[in-house]
């Protein structure tokens, strides 16, 4: 009897495949060797990389190459359970998150990988690289105590980030967010408001305003939250995707701030004090937080993630946070 090594491959607009991978390499000194229990997808970015909408060589942070264009593996939020230890401080049975594609197996220098405390279920687990993009996004926007804040966009990294501005002591004074679901989801975590695009009136109040939509044409509405010297943060990816932008009178005379936030780099006002370990430990305490697991929708067999793919592009704003659970009696062949 040998065991499967499925591995997800994107292979052109609209294609997903699972191929049979081939048999992991040796363990190196300090490499250990996981199972996959669960991946994640972060829907808003590898729904650009499914419909082709993303650069070129699409995000070179996580590929070990510069692969340009399709066919090729992707994925970021990858936890296993480890069944080879060459590493003297990583034991037999102990669960790993690991920023690599979705596949029922990874051999993992220790650098790759961190080790999970028994306090953080290893389902919401998958939960942290959003986590940690939320943890940025609030640093990089300054929000302070009493703050109004605006998040446009109630995905998972928008509602992670309402959730730690609520923490850092501001006010969410609205998320809009077209799904009555992900409202609802925003309430729960402590947001004063959620509405429909509909019914937004933008007042030019916001201390901070979030754009975590994916669509580069709602800068327009975070402009128009924005209060004189606001901060406006770009969370989104959006890939290949352009938009007119109203950059005149409102944008200029209320002398706003616009500013990008990406997780591969730490703000520069941390890093006298921060590092990344310290910045995932951070993580790890707010992981514990079981509220978390109402962003979890049900875990789907990784044998249907072509069609996961199809009905995440179809119908985008129905899901949270999307997961691929591995049955190891189902990779026996």
């Known amino acids: 009897m040998r065991i499967r090594r499925r591995e997800l491959w994107f292979v052109g607009p609209k294609k997903v495949e699972l191929r049979e991978g081939a048999p992991g390499p040796a363990l190196g000194p300090g490499q250990v060797k ?23 060589v699409f995000d070179s942070s996580l590929l070990s190459e510069a692969v340009q264009g399709f066919p090729l593996r992707y994925g970021y939020c990858w936890v296993g359970q480890i069944v080879e230890s060459g590493a003297a401080d990583v034991s037999m ?8 594609p979705h596949g029922d197996e990874h051999v993992l220098a ?24 939320a943890v940025n996004i609030v640093w990089d926007s300054g929000v302070g105590l009493g703050d109004r804040v605006v998040v446009l966009g109630g995905g998972v990294v928008g509602l992670l980030a309402a959730m730690l501005c609520k923490r850092a002591g501001a006010s969410v004074v609205a998320m809009v967010e ?15 408001e959620a509405r429909p695009p509909e019914e937004d009136a933008p007042a030019a109040d916001a201390d901070v305003v979030i754009e975590a939509t994916g669509s580069p044409a709602l800068l327009d509405r975070a402009i128009a ?27 200029h ?13 730490l703000p520069a006002a941390k890093l006298a004090r921060w590092s990344h ?25 990784f044998d249907v993630a072509p069609a996961t793919y199809a009905r995440l592009d179809a ?19």
């Open 253 to 265: 005379r209320r002398r706003l701030l616009l500013k990008s936030s990406q997780v591969s780099h």
């Open 34 to 56: 996981a199972h996959a229990l669960y991946s994640a997808i972060s829907q808003g970015t590898e729904l650009l990389l499914y419909r082709g909408e993303g650069p070129q």
């Open 225 to 251: 939250h924005a209060a004189f010297e606001a901060t406006i943060v770009v969370a989104s990816f959006y890939g290949e995707r352009r938009t007119p932008i109203s950059l005149g009178d409102a944008f």
């Open 277 to 301: 370990a310290r910045r995932f430990a951070l993580v790890l305490e707010l992981l514990v937080d079981s509220r978390l697991d109402g962003l979890i929708d049900p875990a789907v067999p």
């Open 93 to 100: 049975g102990q669960h790993v998150l690991a920023l690599r």
């Open 110 to 133: 220790a650098d790759e990988m961190r080790v999970l405390p028994d306090a953080v279920p290893p389902l919401r687990a998958t939960l942290a690289p959003m986590l940690e993009t």
């Open 315 to 333: 119908d985008p704003g129905t899901a949270l946070h999307t997961v691929f659970a591995y049955d190891l009696q189902q990779r026996r062949v």
């Open 178 to 192: 077209p799904s009555a679901r992900r409202r609802h989801c925003a309430q729960l975590l402590g947001v004063d």
